[in-house]
């Protein structure tokens, strides 16, 4: 019988859990899929388009991202590829009320594996590209504001236009 899924807590910006490499998952067992599920769940709470392990506490090389309700699991993610340059808003669910414009790579190809250990590659573009960049960041102990020269660039979404809040509200 499947345990029903859980919210858990996401942890801000600050906790040094977010600012350690996180470690790669060698057993895709009951509780890597539990972990999985509970991600899921509390993305979508937040609500959010993306949730790395460590952002609830647990240090393992694991992120979910869901866009244009496609689900998109990765463990032990590692870029391969990437090709151009992009400027957008980002936001974090671990840095909530607060977004910035960051240049991220326009197109990435990852390879990961899934929730049984099957190895597989996916590309990324747009706003997915900058998931898979933000995620994987957070698995190396990197947060988008590390992208910025100061952090003066960050504007509070209540200061900001409708444009700016509305991609906030997707934090990743
Ligand atoms: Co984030």
Redesign the pocket.
């Known amino acids: 019988m499947r345990s029903a899924m859980a919210i858990r807590r996401i942890l801000p910006a600050g906790e040094p859990i977010l600012r350690e490499r996180t470690k790669r998952v060698s057993t895709f067992d009951a509780s890597l899929h539990r972990l999985l599920d509970d991600m899921l769940e509390t993305m979508r709470a937040a609500p ?1 388009v ?3 392990a460590n ?1 609830i506490g647990i240090p393992l090389q694991v992120a979910i991202i869901e866009i244009d309700e496609r689900i998109t699991e990765l463990v032990n993610p590692q870029i391969i590829k990437v090709s151009g340059e992009q400027v957008d808003w980002e ?5 909530p009320g607060y977004v910035a414009e960051v240049v991220r790579h326009d197109k990435v190809a990852v390879k990961a594996r899934d929730r049984h250990g099957r190895e597989f590659r996916v590309k990324g573009t747009d706003l997915f590209s900058r998931a898979l960049q ?2 994987i ?2 698995l190396n102990g990197n ?2 504001i590390d992208h910025l020269e100061t952090v003066d660039e960050l504007v509070r979404v209540g200061d900001a236009s409708e444009r700016v809040a509305e991609e906030a509200a997707a ?2």
């Open positions: 959010g993306g949730l790395a952002q936001g974090c669910l671990s840095i933000h995620e960041d957070h947060l988008y934090g990743i």
